[in-house]
């Protein structure tokens, strides 16, 4: 998983060359909460229709340890189901790689 | 999306375009490839993607940028057409009318330039969003009130360009003077602001002579760059009444009762009135209630009814301001309402300030039928009058259950005009279904034609056909509009075709999807 977010965060161009994947991570969810949030998280049309789809457990990203970088680009750029797609206008290459590494990062384990 | 080039344009002289663009404007935000291209189709179309295919798009990052980018356009006959943020949804989202068109998309200016607490209003560039400046001014603790669209996601420019509007009104009726770019690329500042430092631009509508807001607004005559818009203060108070009509006939009474508070500013905004289907569409899917395909039976409206605790006809009448001042108002309205009706219907007090802020979440009602969807909208404006209102409302809903679809409508009262929303829900990958939702629409044009009501906005694939219903003197308007058209933009490469109005350069286009 760490060499995932190196490469991610060195195929950034917006990307310092220092930057940690903490601090891709921290960006990634900067970008997540402008860009995505709005639909998924907490209560969002996103969330509302994952679940529909998915079932409640799948429903919010930041959740899921079953997403994949190539899936999530994919999903952004040429939509899903009622989802709009996303420009690179409004969320560039660099946000997106960001974005990934951040939904992409390890969950802490969940209580039994 | 594989590229579709502008019409006349060769593929060589397409990339010598391009490339004199990323010159400008950075390679970084010329978008060109496949994928770039899908992400500016429009997600909800009714029709076929290529109907409404970009070539690509560009991202320029100021006023000088774009000023360099017409210049090009203009050198190389490239049509361009400006969006805001590109969230038009059941219009044509971020798609272009004529394929081969590269979008203009200005969503990197995106400064909110100033929001003044004292004279309400705000300075705004076209990138900004309902969520951007909602956060602006929580943040900023200014006690500012938005109309909020029910998708947010958007422009706050881009749709008071659209005339989009919600409850507390339409939006572009807020605009209070502008900064545009001709096509020629000369930058004009609108009303008291044609003044260099003039105090008054947000200020005062009209400066002096013709005033060109409204020129610009729905048109394709210009590219907004700065846009001044009036904000309401914050109210103290509001009052709900929370209208629930069991009858589908009580739209006529009910809209007889309101005009004349309106007219009287007894209410403001626009006075809301939507059918029982909308509460179901959002949070729940058309396979709970039916499965046949044609329109949801008679049978299954009570039960929608029942569950979401809705009338037929539902409204949450809000009055706002002073506190002692909406209770004296509430006793109007109530006794307005008994004039009609024993009815009593639900008080809710609360602060002036309770909105919940913009939203996405009625987008869900385009997952109604499962799977992709989509919606479109058919929104005449007539008379604001009881029978006309009634006999508009059953004229259509036979229309949608003629061509089995779930019929969804609602009516915006604003004291003289009434617009008549009706949201068409569809699966988008159900050719069968969308061929009987083109034949729905005409249906609705063509009716709203015979009783002199036209539309106020349409779809990108509308808009040849909406224009030519405004028929007077043989389309005089039309010829009208156009010859602007080919004076302030004689290579017609600003927005080919917005709302049927066609340069000269592609008037072979009309009516060609």
Request: hydrophobic share 40%; with cysteine.
């Amino acid at each position: 998983m760490a060499g995932v977010l190196a490469l991610l965060a060195c195929a950034a161009p917006g990307a310092q060359a220092a930057e940690s994947p903490a601090q891709v991570q921290a960006r990634g969810l900067a970008a997540f909460v402008h860009r995505c949030g709005m639909c998924h998280r907490e209560g969002g049309t996103g969330t509302y229709i994952l679940a529909r789809r998915l079932g409640a457990e799948q429903s919010l990203l930041e959740k899921r340890t079953d997403l994949q970088p190539l899936y999530v680009r994919t999903v952004v750029r040429w939509g899903l189901q009622n989802m709009p797609r996303l420009s690179r206008v409004e969320v560039p290459d660099a946000d997106l790689d960001a974005i990934i590494s951040y939904l992409l990062a390890p969950k802490p384990a969940a209580k039994p | 999306m594989k590229l579709i080039l502008p019409p006349g344009v060769s593929q060589a002289r397409f990339d010598q375009a391009m490339a004199a663009f990323a010159r400008v404007i950075g390679q970084e935000w010329v978008l060109a490839t496949d994928e770039d291209r899908e992400t500016y189709l429009d997600m909800y179309s009714p029709g076929r993607d290529e109907s409404h295919a970009a070539a690509g798009a560009l991202a320029p990052a100021n006023v000088a940028q774009i000023q360099a980018v017409l210049k090009i356009a203009n050198e190389f006959h490239i049509p361009l057409w400006p969006i805001s943020r590109g969230k038009n949804f059941g219009y044509g989202g971020a798609a272009p009318r004529m394929s081969g068109t590269v979008m203009l998309d200005l969503g990197r200016l995106n400064q909110i330039l100033e929001v003044n607490e004292k004279q309400g209003y705000c300075i705004l560039e076209p990138g900004v969003g309902f969520f951007d400046l909602w956060d602006h001014l929580k943040q900023n603790k200014i006690p500012l009130q938005m109309g909020i669209p029910g998708n947010g996601w958007g422009s706050v420019v881009g749709n008071a360009l659209e005339r989009g509007f919600s409850p507390a009104g339409d939006h572009s009726s807020n605009i209070c003077g502008m900064e545009i770019l001709l096509p020629t690329g000369e930058l004009v500042r609108t009303g008291m602001g044609a003044m260099a430092d003039g105090k008054a631009w947000p200020l005062f509508k009209h400066g002096f002579g013709p005033s060109w807001d409204q020129m610009v607004v729905q048109g394709n005559y210009a590219i907004v760059t700065k846009l001044c818009l009036w904000m309401k203060q914050e109210d103290e108070a509001a009052i709900t009444l929370d209208i629930k009509l069991d009858k589908p006939e009580e739209l006529k009474w009910y809209t007889e009762a309101m005009t004349p508070l309106r007219l009287r500013g007894v209410l403001d905004g626009l006075v809301r009135i939507t059918s029982y289907q909308a509460t179901a569409t959002v949070p729940t899917l058309r396979s709970e209630w039916y499965q046949g395909k044609d329109s949801i039976p008679d049978s299954v409206i009570p039960l929608m009814m029942k569950r979401f605790n809705v009338g037929w006809w539902n409204g949450a009448l809000r009055l706002s301001g002073y506190s002692d001042v909406c209770e004296v108002q509430l006793k109007r309205v109530q006794a307005q309402i008994a004039r009609y009706t024993k009815q009593e219907f639900a008080v809710i007090r609360g602060p002036g300030n309770a909105s919940p802020g913009p939203s996405t979440y009625p987008l869900q009602m385009t997952n109604w039928y499962g799977g992709r969807g989509g919606h479109i909208g058919y929104s005449p404006v007539m008379p604001a009058d009881g029978k006309l209102v009634q006999e508009q409302f059953e004229r259509t809903r036979r229309r949608y259950q003629e061509f089995g679809l779930d019929y969804s409508g609602t009516f915006y009262n604003d004291g003289r005009s009434v617009t008549n929303v009706n949201l068409i829900l569809y699966g988008k990958d159900d050719a069968e279904q969308k061929d009987r939702v083109r034949k729905l629409f005409q249906a609705l044009i063509k009716d709203a034609r015979e009783q002199g009501y036209g539309e106020y906005r349409t779809h990108l694939s509308y808009m040849d056909d909406v224009a030519a219903t405004y028929d007077f003197n043989h389309h005089a308007l039309l010829r009208l509009n156009e010859k602007v058209k080919d004076a302030v933009d004689p290579n017609g490469i600003l927005a080919p075709g917005r709302n049927g109005i066609w340069p000269k350069a592609y008037r072979d286009q009309r009516g060609k999807l």
